[in-house]
């Protein structure tokens, strides 16, 4: 009984005299206030964690693996033979020229050449490549690789158009083409920008 | 002010700060939901157009057009050729649409594009197989090799080039006019 005056005696101090009604739905705002800043700041943390930049992976895209297939038998201007139409594809061309670099289409062009004209005039035109486009870059890598040796992955052939920068995207895809006692792995990776038609 | 007024309000006070903590959370958790269901639509989008893909890449290897020769993600130009406009095939294929463009002509609008008849072939750039004219159409393309036989000094050979599938649905949800 006397524990509870004193407690309701203090409790009225606290009210009336130590803490004033002004004071007290002052110092209740200001911690309604930091609730909502605690609370602000819990989810400014999350949102920076949903939407932080990822390091930058490129996507496989079927699309791009599509593309490569197509490639691959894609009829090219190149032969060996003189007067017979015995043109190589592209995926000829990929395996001539990691197995045979030196050797020259009847044009007097080595097969890596064409190649490379090749890939810029079929891929690069496909994918409108450049600053005033969304895609601003690709390249070509060509790695040979047997499974299950250490001498993997060696890259046999590598091309590139426009400047890997600010790629707001990566995508890509790759194709296998055989070459005894590997494979030769044909990767196609694109940049594309923020801007452009 | 008598004791139970003061206690009235202060009850007050206590639900209004209750409802309003109660609705800023509600926000925050419709905020937080929405954000992973845009994620998750897009998600589920991706998925989507991969088999999209995937059934034109069947399409492409069905008996009707693959190459005789064994060549992957092939279509036989003469093939599409000989089935172009062919009626029968509008009722076979659940597509509103589906038309084969060659790369020379990636760049330019439907409408200029020179479509393959039996006088022009091959040298056009579009063969259209069937064309319901849907008003509104939802498409997917893939890249194909399209090849014919050709022939040069007199031996025959076979020529590849670079060309887009394209099959479209009709589409009951997008209210716009079919694009390029």
Not at chain 1, 154 to 161: A, G, N, R, V, Y
Request: net charge positive.
């Amino acid at each position: 009984m006397k524990n509870n005056k004193k407690a309701n005696s203090s409790q009225y101090l606290w009210n009336n005299k130590i803490m004033p009604k002004s004071k007290r739905s002052q110092s209740e705002t200001v911690g309604f206030v930091l609730i909502i800043i605690i609370v602000m700041v819990i989810m400014l943390i999350l949102l920076y964690f949903l939407f932080r930049p990822k390091p930058a992976t490129t996507t496989d895209s079927a699309d791009m693996t599509f593309l490569l297939d197509s490639f691959n038998e894609y009829t090219t201007n190149c032969t060996f033979i003189p007067d017979l139409p015995q043109y190589e594809n592209g995926k000829d061309l990929i395996q001539e020229c990691y197995s045979n670099e030196g050797e020259l289409c009847t044009d007097g062009r080595s097969v890596c050449q064409v190649l490379n004209d090749t890939i810029k005039e079929v891929i690069g035109r496909t994918l409108d490549v450049g600053e005033d486009y969304k895609n601003k870059a690709y390249r070509i890598n060509i790695k040979y690789f047997v499974k299950g040796s250490k001498d993997q992955n060696i890259t046999k052939f590598s091309m590139q158009e426009g400047t890997f920068a600010n790629c707001t995207e990566r995508y890509g895809g790759y194709s296998i083409v055989s070459e005894s006692p590997g494979a030769l792995e044909v990767r196609l990776e694109v940049c594309k920008g923020k801007n452009g038609k | 002010m008598k004791k139970n007024k003061r206690s009235q309000v202060r009850m007050q006070e206590m639900a209004f700060m209750l409802v309003g903590v109660i609705l800023f959370f509600v926000f925050v958790g419709l905020f937080g939901v929405t954000i992973l269901f845009n994620m998750l639509k897009s998600s589920a989008q991706q998925t989507a157009d991969n088999n999209a893909l995937t059934a034109i890449k069947n399409l492409a290897s069905s008996p009707e057009f693959y190459c005789a020769t064994s060549k992957t993600n092939c279509i036989d130009g003469d093939k599409a050729m000989a089935l172009s406009n062919d009626l029968n095939y509008t009722k076979f294929y659940s597509f509103s649409r589906l038309e084969i463009i060659k790369s020379i002509a990636f760049d330019k609008n439907r409408a200029d594009m020179i479509k393959c008849t039996m006088a022009n072939y091959p040298n056009c750039e579009e063969i259209v197989i069937f064309d319901k004219h849907a008003r509104y159409e939802k498409s997917v393309t893939s890249y194909v090799a399209l090849c014919r036989i050709e022939s040069e000094n007199g031996y025959s050979y076979q020529k590849c080039e670079l060309a887009k599938l394209e099959a479209a649905t009709e589409d009951k949800d997008i209210k716009s006019p079919k694009s390029k």
